[in-house]
């Protein structure tokens, strides 16, 4: 996974994050910050647990996981997709969650 930084304070991230085809984060959450989501390249799928829920991401779309939801970001496509990731406001921590 590609990630290029593109603000960093001691509560907000913005990040380009790249997947590879047919790659994904691992599940996770995260205990204050809310992750919001926006498609840039290709196709992204946001899945949530608890309740389970599934976003298909096109370029242009957005998707927001509100802590504490356990989540993670799949690229089911055969080209790399890129996402902007927007995390706040708060201490940022990931929580494998298995």
């Known amino acids: 996974m ?8 001691s509560d907000v991230s913005v990040r380009v994050m790249e997947l590879e085809p047919g790659a994904a984060t691992e599940w ?5 910050v809310n992750d919001f989501f926006v ?8 899945e949530t647990r608890d309740p389970y829920h599934v976003v298909v991401l096109q370029p242009g779309e957005t998707a927001e996981v509100k802590t504490p939801v356990v989540h993670r970001v799949l690229n089911l496509h055969q ?3 890129e996402y902007l990731l ?8 990931f929580i494998i969650s298995n």
Request: charged share 20%; with cysteine.
């Open 2 to 9: 590609a990630i290029r930084e593109i603000v960093k304070s």
């Open 86 to 93: 927007t995390q706040g406001v708060g201490t940022y921590d």
């Open 28 to 32: 996770h959450h995260h205990s204050q």
């Open 39 to 46: 498609c840039l390249k290709g196709a992204l799928q946001v």
């Open 79 to 81: 080209e790399p997709a």
